[in-house]
């Protein structure tokens, strides 16, 4: 049977065995975030007897709160005093952050049956709030566990590593993510804004989320399969210019520019398609059944056949290269001007 982390959650419930530091790793957009704040819900759901009563003993229902009673409203919206979230305040965790929750540990919980404490991207802890972290992990306050998440162990202290207990989140399945974009299997209906999407539609999303539910959800909200369309018809089209012997101005190119910079809450999004879709360039050279972008196998395959790999390797570094850059807060309009032309020519 393949590893379950929300069989695992749900028997140190029935067992009533929940330690003390947990720590979560996976990709981003895996449920991390949502498995702790659920895990945090089941632990005070005030309902949780109801529950488990109409449960079997392998049903993993526990970790199933019912999202209703006072304690899990107050979960949900944020407002509970005894479940708290940090997150990075701008890049890093600082030690201040972890200070504060230090001194609130120092105090009873409010009014929770076990107090929790989730930190989010926890591997942008700064070294000094790391160590700090250490005593409270060393020395666990009473009613209380920790939960830390981060993409993969080696990205943390192993001090902090040795002293939690580590479940890890695998990417989802196409068919998962196929079957919550239509609806067909509970999950993503339930949140504010979602549409189901058509069969086709859901396939397509579910091929390009690469396993994460957080990206299936953002595509499925930005109209992403037109938007995909549009971009990869343009990259085409500065691809080829040369081949067929009409290079773009610097004028449409710069245009191009201009629109990816104003698409600035997609752009890491946009330029993961870029650098997918340059990859399926490549990769089809050799095997074609590898393929990221399926749904469009044969234009791939075409516009491969008229590209070198040298040249597709030099658009492939502009591009993890631009994405490097605004990691670094590069200005985007002059980092996408310097893409776009290196895309061109």
């Avoid at 140190?12 to 330690?19: A, D, E, I, Q, S």
Wanted: glycine letters at 4%.
């Amino acid at each position: 049977m393949a590893y379950d982390p929300h069989r695992l959650l749900s028997a140190f419930l029935r067992k009533g065995t929940v330690p003390p530091s947990i720590l979560f790793t996976g990709i981003e957009g895996a449920g991390k975030r949502t498995a702790a704040l659920n895990f945090a819900m089941s632990c005070n759901c005030e309902n949780a007897g109801e529950t488990r009563d109409r449960g079997q003993e392998d049903c993993p229902l526990p970790l199933s709160p019912c999202r209703t009673c006072r304690s899990c409203k107050k979960i949900l919206s944020g407002n509970h005093p005894d479940v708290s979230m940090i997150e990075p305040s701008g890049p890093l965790i600082r030690i201040a952050q972890i200070r504060e929750i230090c001194h609130t540990l120092g105090m009873k919980p409010y009014e929770a049956r076990m107090r929790a404490v989730i930190i989010a991207d926890a591997h942008t802890m700064n070294p000094e709030a790391g160590n700090a972290l250490l005593k409270v992990l060393e020395e666990p306050p009473d009613r209380t566990m920790l939960i830390l998440t981060a993409v993969q162990t080696s990205d943390l202290l192993p001090t902090i590593v040795s002293r939690c207990q580590h479940i890890r989140f695998h990417p989802a399945s196409q068919d998962q993510l196929r079957m919550l974009l239509t609806g067909e299997k509970p999950g993503f209906s339930e949140k504010p804004g979602f549409r189901c999407l058509s069969e086709k539609e859901a396939e397509i999303i579910a091929m390009l989320a690469n396993g994460s539910y957080s990206k299936a959800i953002s595509m499925s909200r930005s109209n992403w399969i037109s938007r995909r369309q549009w971009l990869l018809t343009e990259l085409e089209s500065l691809f080829l210019s040369k081949q067929r012997g009409a290079p773009h101005s610097a004028a449409r190119v710069l245009a191009f520019a201009e629109k990816l910079s104003k698409n600035k809450e997609i752009l890491p999004e946009l330029l993961e398609a870029m650098n997918t879709w340059v990859r399926d360039l490549m990769i089809c050279k050799y095997d074609a059944e590898k393929l990221i972008n399926r749904d469009i196998g044969d234009k791939i395959q075409n516009i491969s056949r008229k590209m070198t790999a040298a040249d597709l390797l030099s658009k492939a570094e502009a591009i993890q290269s631009a994405r490097k850059k605004l990691r670094a807060n590069a200005n985007t309009r002059l980092t996408m001007e310097a893409l776009a032309l290196q895309l061109a020519w």
